[in-house]
């Protein structure tokens, strides 16, 4: 048996923090108290002073994805290696297939790449990128069988994973009979391949032209679009790196309108911004390009950062999907080559605390529920992950709030050469990272082995997903008309009125020309309809009150 005793630390949770000790044993927490008598053979950790916290979980990662004609380099070991270096003790990373491979396949693939190198637990959301009934079989397959739930459908990336909305739909209805939960990268990729090409056309091939191509209203469009189309089949929908103030507020919209979506904004829309891609050196600005980009606008981040802080937005993950400089370079004389992705997953828990906590707009708890819980409830594997109480996964961080630390790619543990958080110098610091009830980061040291991570199953039907949802199926179901069977004359496509089951031919009016109608104008802007045979006459309105009509109004 494997034991291990925090002691003398303030513990923080999402609901509340308290002075106490926290025993583990064998991976799991088995006493949450204060002044716990240390048993015998077991290691402690000094927390006195200190946070003790739940690990971080970030929802959001891309470890060695093939990709644009290359793989990302940070592998499934020195991707979650860096993840415990930044207090994070979870990584749920994504399966992305190509058009036309079996979801299952691409699904063993990543687990066979995965499972023998991670130094932390991991999970998988799995890419739908093409679409026909064996992808919703196979869908089915992966909740019941595999402990999927969540599935990431792309709006951008033409020709390669995006779906139209038919498209769409079934997949939201796929996930929606399977208790899953629907995930969007939300671009309008139609425009980004016009725009794209008519900024090469204009001569504009440098990173720039990645950003002037997608500006924030293309990801604003296809976010509320997303909205909408879940919201037509009771989807409950998930919208990924939230990177503008416009995606953000399509997500408020919905939200004001009792919709079920959540919005991840993330590392690197909560840290940095868009102007670097105007910078004169082409590896710096390069170096910044991810798909949503960055935004110019440089009041975004504090934006975004708010609407975490106060509870708008809902958790964060990172995207981390990094390519070295000679990787970026494909793209040297064409910014569409140039591999989408940047870092974040050591980082993403430090910038949060520094632009979060530091700065004034969040307390501890709250940067644990954006940090951890929220995402263990979100994704149902609440409470084993997400809290630190008694029979919860012995994922935890000592964290020191006073300690500093530099961001640099000089001293980083990613593979990558570059790090957009360049210089940043962050208050917040994990001093000891616990995975599985082993110490794995312990003051600028890893202690970490291949392999010991564990791949975490998530079931269907999370509650905090779920339960309005269900509800909606009672309550909102659409109701018919009852109304007596209409009895009158129906005009055929011969030309025919039916009339009481009978056919009787309809009079053409060029037929009788000598009954046509004669007119005449009246001072109200009227035509008098004089009836051939001496009958009423009738008034037909050529400019009603207020204007003329095109067309049929239904209010």
Known sequence: MSRLLIRGGTVVNADRKFVADVLCEDGIIKQVAPDIV?????????????????????THTHMQLPFMGTVAVDDFFTGTRAAVAGGTTMIIDFVLGSRGVSLLDAYDQWRSWADPKVVCDYSFHVGVTWWNEQVGRDMKRLVDEKGVNSFKMFLAYKNVFQLDDTELLHSFRA????????????????????????????????????????????????????????????????????????????????????????????????????THYCHHDWRHAAGHVMGPPLRP??????????????????????????????????????????????????????????????????????????????????????????????GSDADIVVWDPEASRTISASTHHQAVDFNIFEGMTCHG???????????????????????????????PWSTIVYDSIKRR???????????????????????????????????????????????????????????????????????PPGGGSSGIFFG
């Open 38 to 58: 240390q048993p015998s053979q077991c290691d402690v950790v000094d927390a006195t002073g200190k946070l003790v916290m739940p690990g971080g979980i970030d």
């Open 175 to 274: 996930c929606r009979e399977a208790g899953a939960l629907a995930q969007v990268h939300a671009e309008n990729g139609d425009v980004i391949h016009d725009q794209s090409q008519r900024m090469i056309d204009l001569g504009i091939t440098g990173p720039e032209g990645h950003a002037m191509c997608r500006p924030e209203e293309v990801e604003g469009e296809a976010t509320a679009r997303a909205c909408v189309l879940a919201h037509q089949v009771n989807c409950p929908l998930y919208v990924v790196h939230v990177m503008s103030k416009s995606a953000a507020e399509a997500v408020l919209d919905a939200k004001r309108k009792g919709r079920v979506v959540f919005g991840e904004p993330i590392a690197a829309s909560l840290g940095t911004d868009g």
């Open 297 to 390: 606008d440089k009041g975004t981040p504090e934006y975004l950062m708010n609407l975490l802080a106060s509870g708008q937005l809902d958790c964060t993950g990172t995207d981390n999907c990094t390519f070295n400089a000679n990787q970026k370079a494909m793209g040297r004389d064409d910014f569409r080559k140039i591999p989408n992705g940047v870092n974040g997953v050591e980082d993403r828990m430090s910038v949060i605390w520094e632009k979060g906590v530091h700065s004034g707009k969040m307390d501890a708890c709250r940067f644990v529920a954006v940090t951890s819980t929220t995402a263990a409830r979100i994704f149902n594997i609440y409470p084993r992950k997400g809290v630190i109480q008694p």
């Open 429 to 459: 610091v994990p001093l000891v990272t616990i995975s599985r009830g082993k110490v794995v980061w312990d003051h600028g040291k890893l202690n970490i082995e291949k392999g010991a991570g564990r791949y975490v199953p998530r079931p």
């Open 473 to 543: 199926d009672v309550v909102c179901v659409p109701q018919k008309v009852d109304r007596e069977p209409y009895s009158g004359p129906v005009w055929t496509k011969d030309g025919d009125i039916m009339v009481g089951g009978a056919a009787e031919t309809a009079a053409s009016p060029q037929a009788s020309p000598q009954k046509e109608a004669k007119t005449d104008s009246t001072p109200t802007g009227r035509q008098q309809a004089v009836a051939p045979s001496g009958g009423k006459p009738s008034s037909r309105v050529l400019r």
